[in-house]
């Protein structure tokens, strides 16, 4: 499976932003698809997920009731919705895939990874 995120940008606090990451490849054995994001100087971190298959979705506390994670089946697109952005948002986020059941928070369950795209939001 190759990932391609899109989306990125400079956006002020409490703006709103949607990531892109587009799938091809071999996805139909696709369990779920899954966005974390990396700060300067942090590690990686779980940000939302959504099994592929009846559309489950798992959010990290940080960003529950402002972003949202959506799949487009017809387009093997997985969207993040981001509203009421903040300063703490900023990082490079990514796209990955999970190919087998597993817990969606944790990035060792993922096996596909897109190239990132940084979001920065000003104060």
């Known amino acids: 499976v190759q990932l391609q995120a899109s989306g990125g940008g400079l956006v002020q606090t409490g703006g709103s932003l949607r990531l892109s990451c587009a799938a091809s490849?071999?996805?139909?054995?696709?369990?779920?698809m899954g966005w974390f994001r990396q700060a300067p100087g942090k590690e990686r971190e779980f940000v939302a997920a959504v099994i592929w298959s009846g559309g489950t979705t798992n959010y990290a506390d940080s960003v529950k009731g402002r972003f949202t994670i959506s799949r487009d089946n017809a387009k093997n697109t997985v969207y993040l919705q981001m509203n009421s952005l903040k300063p703490e948002d900023t990082a490079v986020y990514f796209c990955?895939?999970?190919?087998?059941?597993?817990?969606?928070?944790?990035?060792?369950?993922?096996?596909?990874w897109g190239q990132g795209t940084l979001v920065t939001v000003s104060s």
């Open positions: 490849g071999r996805t139909v054995s696709r369990y779920g």
């Open positions: 990955a895939a999970m190919m087998h059941p597993g817990r969606l928070s944790i990035a060792g369950g993922y096996t596909c």
